[in-house]
């Protein structure tokens, strides 16, 4: 029987191959806080396979020179960004458990010429990265997905030198319905894993970070939580209609209507020391 993480990688290798652009509960407002200039320098296709929930560069003060870490890096897109502020002497390093998510990586750094990004593969719960090395830890919409939070939080603290940040977009929830959590489908759009603010707080803090808050919060409308799934359907049942309407996407709305009042994506900030 496969793992929950094995699971999870499934269906996000599953998204890459068949070229899917939506496995995100954020749905299209995963890029409202990108700027326009940021996405419109990426490589071509580079947002195709993005599966994040906001950009945790945004507010952060990445400068030249640094180590940054993305944990969870999916295609690259924020290794790219965070490339282009560290400069030629800093280094970018992403962490993702997926192979085909990795090898899709490679391909965009290759497209975009940067030379100071490095790909390894591991879990965010057991990091393939020295202990106090990292200036910066970033994610996007990752460590919900782990089934141990604590240990990567834990993980985070270790890899940050002192006085190092981390600054993660996530996807966050209060009074989550069962039936969601114990979705496959909805874990891995991001919606099924989720923790409070609370519990995310004390997490970072019980981990041994600082100064650990939420700077930014992002809500969504249930149009947007039933797209997250709708693409991830076999097209038989998308293509179901009645009246001119797709059947499948009024029921997933309504059955997203209640989970949008307790869904939403947090920017949550900290240091080390």
């Not at 993660?168 to 489908?185: A, C, F, L, T, Y």
Request: hydrophobic letters at 40%; aromatic letters at 6%.
């Amino acid at each position: 029987m496969k793992s929950k993480s094995e699971k999870i990688s499934a269906e996000y290798s599953k998204a890459i191959k068949e070229n899917k652009n939506i496995v995100s509960a954020t749905g299209g407002a995963k890029f409202a806080d990108y700027s326009v200039h940021e996405l419109e320098n990426l490589p071509e296709g580079m947002t195709d396979n993005s599966f994040g929930c906001g950009n945790p560069l945004a507010t952060s003060s990445v400068k030249e020179g640094d180590v940054v870490l993305d944990l969870g890096c999916g295609t690259g897109l924020d290794l790219l960004l965070a490339a282009e502020k560290v400069g030629a002497e800093g280094l970018v390093i992403g962490i993702d458990m997926n192979e085909d998510m990795l090898n899709k990586a490679q391909k965009n750094i290759d497209k975009s010429g940067f030379k100071n990004i490095e790909l390894r593969k591991g879990l965010i719960e057991n990091l393939p990265i020295d202990s106090e090395y990292i200036d910066w830890v970033i994610s996007n919409c990752v460590i919900n997905l782990s089934s141990d939070k604590e240990k990567a939080f834990t993980e985070i603290a270790r890899v940050l030198k002192p006085n190092g940040q981390m600054l993660v977009s996530d996807i966050v929830s209060e009074n989550m319905p069962r039936w969601v959590k114990r979705s496959g489908i909805l874990v891995a759009a991001c919606a099924g894993g989720t923790i409070s603010e609370q519990h995310y707080l004390q997490g970072l803090k019980n981990a041994g970070l600082t100064d650990c808050s939420v700077v930014a919060r992002q809500y969504y409308e249930p149009l947007q939580l039933a797209s997250a799934v709708i693409d991830l359907l076999p097209p038989f049942l998308t293509k179901l209609s009645c009246c001119g309407k797709s059947i499948v996407e009024r029921l997933l709305i309504k059955i997203a209507s209640p989970i949008a009042k307790n869904l939403w994506s947090a920017k949550f900030a900290g240091k080390l020391g």
